[in-house]
């Protein structure tokens, strides 16, 4: 049987943005399990989760967003999503580099990201990437746009059901089209 397809996911994805402490959004755990169920999900954790500084030892990072969503079963790695500036930039050259050894190092297919900035270097990288949270109004025209455009967690995730189900590449559905319609209700509520 082949190894099932690994989900990077970024840590922001998972945690709210308000108050003090980043705490794990309300619909995390349930996320998480139904991308179990299409492949492994790797959580990215970089420096900084919902506004607040994460500690600088990525082995500090790594648990302590561990310990907030308490799933045992999860992978979570130290991994600063890098942005990308302009084709021949050295910041675009370092970005593609690292999406492109963590797409290999994890044999991952698709990613799950809040920021646009991670958008080009991931896509470039060959993974599928879902942007969660709406677009920005003064979104940089020049960024390359995701494969699909989520509107929270649980559309990203019904997106990559639906993807899976019809057994052909998310980017084969139009960016920015909800299938959360066509999905069977069941995806996301426990059936």
Do not use: C
Not at 10 to 24: C, E
Not at 43 to 69: C, F, H, I, K, T
């Amino acid at each position: 049987m082949a190894e099932q397809p690994r989900i990077l996911i970024g840590g922001s994805t998972l945690f709210s943005d308000g108050g003090p402490v980043p705490r794990p959004l309300a619909k995390a755990r349930i996320a998480l399990e139904r991308l179990r169920e299409l492949g492994e999900p790797v959580v990215l954790v970089g420096n900084d989760l919902g506004g607040r500084s994460l500690p600088d030892d990525p082995r500090d990072r790594v648990a302590w967003v561990r310990e907030r969503l308490d799933i045992p079963w999860l992978t979570v790695v130290a991994f600063d999503e890098p942005g990308a500036g302009r084709p021949m930039d050295p910041t675009t050259k370092h970005a593609d580099g690292s999406w492109v050894s963590l797409r290999s190092t994890w044999r991952a297919e698709s990613l799950l990201t809040s920021f646009e900035s991670s958008v080009g270097a991931a896509r470039r990288a060959g993974l599928n990437v879902i942007r969660i949270g709406a677009r920005g109004t003064g979104a940089d025209p020049t960024h390359p746009r995701a494969d699909y455009e989520a509107i929270d967690l649980l559309d990203a995730v019904r997106h990559l059901a639906f993807s899976d189900a019809f057994d052909r590449p998310a980017a084969a559905i139009s960016a920015g089209s909800s299938p959360a319609a066509a999905a069977p209700p069941d995806v996301l509520e426990g059936g």
